[in-house]
């Protein structure tokens, strides 16, 4: 095993630069625009629902407004269906808890914050993987400016939190595993293993979509195992390893998982006014089982039955094929000022937030993809298998339902993979390079890549904060008219 290269001060102080910059990127003008752009309108009301009750709640048809001008007064004293799991509502309601609604900073600075956070944690994680002080930088700076990420973290939406703590189980994994090639690690006790499982199930607390990760991640951690008896001379018949490494491997996560993900409905076990916490009660269950729990899981068949008929039209809905490509990037906000208003200057301007990737990055990691997916294939390289878990468990699902009403920003939750592909792509030509020429060559590649991606990011700044421009500049970012 290679060990990790040392952190000097020098490279302290070059992560910690772009630690900063995602973080500013994130933070800086969040309170605008004062709106409720795309799904605010229900995560920020649920969460502060949730910090008041312990539950979400119903709101009144002019909730927005109210809600806009500082005022809970649209707030209804019943419970309301939601059909995602309450734990991101949490968190984005610790900043309205300290901040308030008065300003749009109180339901954004903790989704602006863990996206600052999963830069740093991305940084990290690459640097683990690739064993590059290098690479890990580049991974956390392509985090750092890309437009989609930096979208989802200065909005009040789950998404954010859904990637942070899958990356951080990922992170888990890859700590467990180095520990266990060092041989620091028995197969009943896997301290990082369990860390692994408890924050899948905080991400399972989020959305449900998790699923498929824990699923993977499972799956994976499982086939190091193997790959490493195999390595020390142990080889076993696959059904012994499974049995001697599936069980396991399944109380060390999925066991884990399951007791978190049901404290994140703590709020809505310990209250009565949830919305269906009293049909146990109410309909006389017989079930040996607690009154909550039962009403909990006729809560989730209900949800459940909610996604799998999720087919409405939308303006923005785009299949899951079309994601890598950023063929239909979503809109959550967009006001058209004349001039005089809002700061124009021109005869008529637009202020819009799309969540659009950043095309140098996306497309250069989806291209990458063939290098990694030969290198898994062809060389058993487990990196490349590691890179390639996360995007698999997050995009390829989605395919199952192509007649599901869906949205790019999805692809928030896999991107960290993405990016770990495309560097895998670039340490892989420069790792085998024959020549030192070639190896300049491609390391010089490498940095024109992520040059030009930060161009391309100064370029399309306006279009994911909201600045007002002149109409004519934002038609001019309008590359394809899918994006419109």
């Known amino acids: 095993m290679k060990p990790l290269p040392r952190l000097s001060r020098s490279w302290i102080a070059a992560y910690a630069v772009v630690v900063a910059l995602g973080a500013v990127l994130r ?7 004062h709106a409720l752009a795309f799904d605010e309108t229900y995560y920020a009301k649920d969460a502060w629902a949730l910090i008041h009750s312990g539950f979400e709640r119903s709101w009144s048809q002019d909730a927005d407004k109210l809600w806009l001008a500082g005022s809970d007064a649209g707030m209804q004293p019943d419970g309301a269906f939601v059909v995602h799991p309450p734990l991101g509502k949490w968190l984005i309601g610790l900043g309205l808890a300290v901040f308030g609604m008065q300003d749009a900073l109180g339901w954004r600075i903790v989704p602006a914050l863990a996206g600052s956070v999963t830069v740093l944690l991305l940084a990290v994680t690459a640097r683990r993987l690739f064993r590059s002080n290098v690479w890990g930088l580049v991974a956390g700076l392509l985090l750092a400016i890309d437009g989609m990420h930096l979208v989802m973290s200065r909005v009040a ?14 992170w888990a994994l890859l700590r467990d595993r180095d520990r266990a090639d060092a041989g620091a690690a028995g197969p009943a006790w896997r301290p990082w293993r369990i860390a692994a499982g408890v924050f899948l199930g905080l991400a399972l607390g989020v959305k449900w979509s998790a699923l498929s990760f824990i699923a993977v991640f499972g799956l994976m951690t499982v086939l190091w195992d193997l790959e490493r008896r195999r390595r020390l001379g142990q080889p076993r018949p696959v059904l012994r390893t499974a049995a001697a490494d599936v069980p396991s491997a399944l109380w060390q996560t999925v066991a884990v998982a399951l007791p978190v993900y049901l404290a994140t409905w703590l709020g809505w076990i310990l209250t009565s006014g949830g919305w269906g916490r009293q049909v146990a009660a109410q309909s006389g269950s017989s079930a040996p089982l607690p ?14 039955g909610f996604h799998q008929g999720l087919s ?13 490509f950023q063929g239909r990037p979503t809109s959550f906000y967009y006001q058209e000022h004349a001039a005089g208003q809002n700061g124009c200057t021109a005869a008529k301007c637009s202020a819009a937030i799309t969540d ?13 993809l063939v290098v990694v997916l030969l290198a898994w294939a062809l060389r058993r390289d487990w990196r490349a298998g590691a890179a390639l878990s996360g995007l698999a468990a997050g995009l390829l699902p989605w395919f ?21 592909c495309l560097v895998y792509a670039l340490a892989f030509a420069v790792a ?7 190896r300049r060559g491609w390391a010089l590649a490498a940095g024109a890549l992520v040059l030009t991606a930060a161009a391309v ?9 909201g600045q007002t421009i002149d109409y004519a500049e934002w038609r001019r970012h309008m590359w394809f008219d899918s994006w419109i």
């Not at 409405?312 to 890598?324: D, M, R």
């Not at 949205?407 to 770990?420: G, K, M, N, R």
């Not at 085998?432 to 070639?438: D, E, I, L, V, Y």
Request: aromatic content about 22%.
């Open 356 to 368: 659009l990737g950043n095309p140098v990055i996306w497309w250069a990691a989806a291209l990458s």
């Open 27 to 33: 933070l800086v003008g969040l309170s605008s625009p």
């Open 291 to 304: 009154d909550w729990l039962v009403s909990l899981w006729q809560y989730h068949t209900s949800a459940y």
């Open 157 to 170: 939406l789950l998404d954010v939190f859904l990637a942070l703590f899958l990356l951080a189980a990922f």
């Open 457 to 465: 990011s100064v370029w399309f700044w306006p279009l994911w904060t």
């Open 432 to 438: 085998r390079s024959r020549t030192r020429a070639q």
């Open 400 to 420: 199952a339902f192509p007649n599901r009403t869906m949205f790019t920003f999805y692809a928030v939750s896999f991107e960290p993979w993405l990016i770990l």
């Open 312 to 324: 409405a039209e939308h303006p923005y809905s785009a299949n899951a094929f079309t994601w890598l």
